[in-house]
């Protein structure tokens, strides 16, 4: 270990027990909940395993008034719920490692489709979402009930093992819909002054403490800021003032940003490493009791910094611990190197918004710890000593070669370019984008360290080259190229735009003109971020779009909001809810998407940002020959995440029958 990070791996007292290091992950999404908990267990003993001190569960339901279906949740409503978790608690201390439980109540947050319980709030409000419903308000005889719920839920979770209970009023949530002011005109004892709307969490804390005795320590997670200004919870004001009410009430302080969820986990193109800090710094000069919070670290040296400096006593994490599981271990053994850093691109929020299983951009083992049965550090050997050619340097290319590698084949990585990383290298480049070339990096560093892998640069493969190596396994990542025909989401029929450009162009010098029609079919970042880069760049840019608002899927990133907001503060015109219809010489000819009716804006380039198509060619050349396989997008088209997750399972499967993944099913007994 590198003596400056020593600091990192001192025990820590919070409350009746003591956490082993400084590691604390935090509470986060799995996308399995209640329905699957042997995949949740898998994947915080991964964690554990991992070096992480701390191992929380996602959020978990005191009552079936807090249902987020169809969003995967875990459920502590009655006692046959106490044997599933128990089995995450075990498996996280089979590692050594304190397991935490983030018990939640989502007021009006929770819609309840799956209960269809009636939902409650401080005041009678519009559910947030799902189907249309409202909440009502609590009266006495329910704020009753809900302390009752609270104690009964964490008394199960302290005969399910866990060390640490939470009292969550993050997220805007219902213990901080009592907080704030936005949410509370109450004018009973629960409203009103600060001291009023806080009392139910006082009062939440005290139950926990009375269910859990002295063998569990109670830690409260608050949002300190809703970054909506003196209207609401603030940092300056009465963040600060929550703090200093309960400053030793709680046996831990988990602190944060809050409002939406996205605000707490910003992706890297809004937000620097430890973005929060500004924001939280002054709790623990208000409290004795341990801190921790989060800003998606990855370097060792602002982990330290963050412990010296007094910001936290714990290095907070949920997105890098699901990037490397092993973070910890690699910095106690001197690995800092092979740290697989977390890019920030969101990928992981995404799935949670789209109501699926956890999924990570660099670390492809992610989620399929039980279903598959992969570890992020541990493959099998290859049974045979056998030679695998891969032609492509992208990301399914690298990740093709090193997990070949790691399984002991003796690897050819040929790359037609002179840089390696394919699409990395070019989109990387984008505003707000540079972290996406550590997917790139840590594949490099880590194939650096293997005596088999060899890689050939500008090393253009053709049948013949193929042929003439006589590898026992070829395997094809030669990506994608974007469609010039404006074929995308919405638009499934070719039209003929000969003077357009496409991202491709772009990237590879084209010249562009003064004014700019960007055309978004594609709906992720590529048409946001190439419209920031050409605003910024002095260009007069229109981006059109079907959608009803720009680059529409990165709702489920947490970014479309910021995307929209910066591109308007770049001067960009956003034309939603319209299609391609044509080009001139010197305009683009568009449809209403509603109406039809056609209009044409002045441009001196179009550039269409609509689907992709795989570069196959080699594919069927070759095609019938045996031990041939393609990964990534040039099987198919997608996100960085999928390409890498498609190389790596045809790699670590290679030899194998192609199984379908386990799932989890009801017993007999329960049907």
């Not at 986990?265 to 002054?282: L, M, N, T, V």
């Amino acid at each position: 270990m590198d003596p400056r990070h020593a600091i990192l791996f001192e025990p820590v007292r919070i409350g009746p027990v003591t956490a082993p290091n400084r590691f604390y992950q935090t509470p986060h999404a799995t996308g399995f909940g209640w329905q699957r908990p042997q995949s949740g267990a898998a994947l915080r003993a991964v964690k554990a395993e991992g070096g992480w001190g701390v191992v929380c569960t996602e959020y978990c339901s005191i009552h079936p008034s807090s249902d987020d279906s169809p969003y995967a949740f875990l459920t502590l409503w009655d006692d046959d719920d106490i044997a599933p978790l128990a089995a995450t608690a075990d498996a996280i201390h089979a590692h050594g490692a304190l397991a935490g439980i983030e018990l939640w109540h989502g007021g009006s947050h929770a819609s309840n489709r799956m209960t269809r319980v009636p939902g409650i709030a401080p005041q009678i409000q519009p559910a947030m979402y799902h189907l249309p419903t409202t909440a009502r308000a609590m009266d006495k005889a329910d704020i009753r009930a809900f302390r009752g719920w609270q104690r009964d839920a964490a008394r199960r979770a302290k005969q399910a093992g866990f060390d640490i209970v939470y009292v969550y009023a993050g997220h805007d949530y219902l213990p901080f819909q009592f907080l704030s002011r936005r949410s509370n005109m109450r004018g009973d004892e629960y409203g009103g002054s600060l001291e009023n709307r806080a009392r139910l969490l006082r009062e939440m804390l005290d139950d926990t403490r009375e269910a859990v005795g002295d063998s569990c320590a109670v830690a409260i997670r608050l949002a300190v800021d809703e970054l909506h200004g003196p209207k609401g919870i603030c940092a300056e004001k009465e963040g600060r003032d929550v703090v200093a009410l309960l400053a030793e009430v709680p046996d831990l302080w988990d602190v944060n940003v809050a409002g939406a969820l996205g605000n707490d986990s910003k992706s890297a193109r809004f937000s620097p490493e430890g973005f929060q800090e500004d924001y939280i710094r002054f709790v623990k000069g208000l409290t004795s009791k341990p801190v921790v919070s989060v800003g998606r670290f990855t370097s060792p040296d602002r982990m330290v910094e963050q412990i010296r400096k007094g910001v936290q006593d714990f290095i907070g994490a949920a997105r890098p611990s699901i990037a490397d599981p092993f973070l910890p271990a690699k910095i106690r053994e001197g690995r800092a190197d092979e740290i697989r850093e977390c890019i920030g691109c969101n990928i992981c929020r995404a799935a949670n918004n789209e109501g699926v299983g956890l999924r990570c951009t660099q670390n492809p083992t992610m989620g399929e710890e039980w279903r598959r049965g992969w570890h992020p550090e541990r493959i099998a050997a290859y049974p045979r000593r056998e030679t695998a050619l891969v032609v492509g340097a992208g990301p399914a290319g690298l990740e093709a070669a090193l997990t070949l590698a790691r399984r002991g084949l003796e690897v050819t990585l040929a790359e037609a370019g002179r840089h390696l990383g394919g699409r990395i290298v070019h989109e990387a480049a984008l505003p707000g984008l540079a972290t996406w070339g550590r997917v790139r990096d840590w594949r490099l560093t880590m194939m650096g360290k293997l005596p088999n892998v060899h890689i050939f640069r500008e090393s253009r493969m053709g049948a013949g080259d193929i042929a003439e190596l006589k590898s026992d396994h070829v395997v094809l990542a030669t990506g994608s190229r974007w469609r010039r025909d404006g074929v995308g989401v919405t638009g499934m029929e070719p039209g003929d735009y000969p003077r357009a450009l496409t991202p491709d162009d772009v990237f590879a010098g084209a010249e562009v003109g003064p004014s700019v029609v960007i055309y978004d079919d594609d709906h992720y970042y590529m048409g946001g971020a190439l419209a920031e880069k050409l605003a910024r760049a002095g260009h007069q840019v229109t981006l059109v779009t079907p959608y009803p608002q720009v680059s529409g899927w990165t709702v489920y990133t947490d970014e479309q909001g910021l995307v929209q907001d910066r591109l308007m503060h770049l001067g960009v015109t956003i034309l939603p809810q319209h299609m391609l219809a044509g080009q001139g010489a010197e305009h683009a000819r568009i449809a209403c998407a509603t109406t039809g009716v056609l209009s044409d804006i002045a441009c001196d380039s179009l550039i269409l940002v609509t689907g992709r198509l795989p570069v196959d060619d080699l594919w069927f050349t070759l095609s019938g020959q045996p031990n041939l396989a393609r990964v990534g997008d040039c099987l198919a088209p997608s996100s960085i995440a999928d390409a890498v997750y498609s190389a790596h399972r045809f790699a670590r499967h290679l030899g194998e029958p192609d199984l379908p993944p386990r799932r989890e099913r009801p017993s007999h007994k329960s049907l």
